[in-house]
């Protein structure tokens, strides 16, 4: 029996197994394994309300009724030659692989980065969580404005004071100007002190000191500094962006004369959104890419035609805490909506990104359009 091992239980993960398990519709083969030491999916745009027990979903609930194995196990080695992958001493084979392990975020090298909380994973956030429960009237120092820095800082923003760190001279800087002036509204709305063209130097237990000299004292540091492919990626060989993502093709193959039967997709893939734009690592770009590598995986095998990538237009929707949200779209992100509109748009697309679970039907019925699904 022919077989299809899907590494990480991530979006990209999940939704690959779903896919080729779809592809293969009530035959036998190929077999499906999806390999993650995980029992839970974690829905990663939910971090940031540091409720992470609210962020798992079983991946039993949404494998077990496709008919997709779950090895509960950490992939430590890939064979490409051999058709392997190592995980706790087990070898598995295969006949097609998708490599979805997702990123993890970059750390600093700075002196007390032990000290240092983030929201990168579920342990993560729990752990931040614990930190500040209690506490009523904490000090958290947020470390990068980016996307994820400015989501947890305005979430933390109502239950303590909250300091901004930002080496750019912006907030924001890789959003563009387009959503910059309600992101600033909503911040000076919000309380949040925010220190711009500066960079951290130490941390220890009770705050932070800044490369100028300045210390701030904190119950927290929390650190955003961006996030890049997970080791596995090399472990295979090819061509990769400075994200160290593997280069694929428009049917997320990855490119090189010894990789024809490896996929990836999610956090570890650089596929083409659209001419002269590549994905972003989020959950928007995961989903579809996980449902075309492992559809085109399963069809791989079955002698089916492949499908290209071609997800949905780009939008971004940013969590603004109290002060609401920020809708864009498109690569110029332009604005579309902002306060309580578009947080009601960012409660839909936190309550859509949560697979069908126990329903066969269901689950194969959301894997069959590639978007996620939240309309524009």
Known sequence: MSRIVIVGGGFAGVWSAVAAARTRGDGKSPRITLVTPDDDLVLRPRLHRLDPDAARVPLKRILAPVGVEHLRAKVTGIDISGHRVTADGHEIGYDRLVLASGSRLVRPGLPGAEHLFDVDTAEGTARLASRLRGLDDFTAVVVGA??????????????????????????????????????????????????????????????????????????????????????????????????????????????????????????????????????????????????????????????????????????????LGAAGAVTTAGWDRTVRLTGAAAKERKELILRMIRPPLDDAGEIFRAASRQGVGVPR
């Open 146 to 319: 980016g996307f994820t820095g400015l989501e947890v800082a305005t979430e933390l923003a109502a239950r303590g004071n909250v300091v901004l760190v930002e080496r750019a001279d912006v907030v924001g800087p890789d959003l563009g100007p387009g959503p910059r002036p309600v992101i600033e509204a909503a911040l000076a709305d919000l309380g949040i002190r925010t220190l711009l063209g500066t960079t951290v130097a130490a941390v220890d237990a009770g705050g932070v000191t800044l490369a100028e000299g300045t210390r701030i004292a904190a119950d927290a540091v929390v650190w955003t500094g961006g996030v890049q492919a997970g080791p596995l990626t090399a472990l295979v060989p090819g061509e990769r962006d400075h994200l160290g993502r593997l280069a694929v093709d428009r049917h997320l193959r990855v490119r090189g004369e010894a990789t024809g039967d490896v996929f990836a997709a999610g956090d570890v893939a650089a596929a083409l959104a659209e001419p002269g734009h590549h994905v972003l690592q989020c959950c928007q770009h995961a989903v579809p890419m996980g449902k075309v590598a492992g559809r085109n995986a399963a069809a791989d095998l079955l002698g089916l035609p492949p499908e290209d990538f071609a997800p949905d237009p780009y939008v971004t929707c940013l969590d």
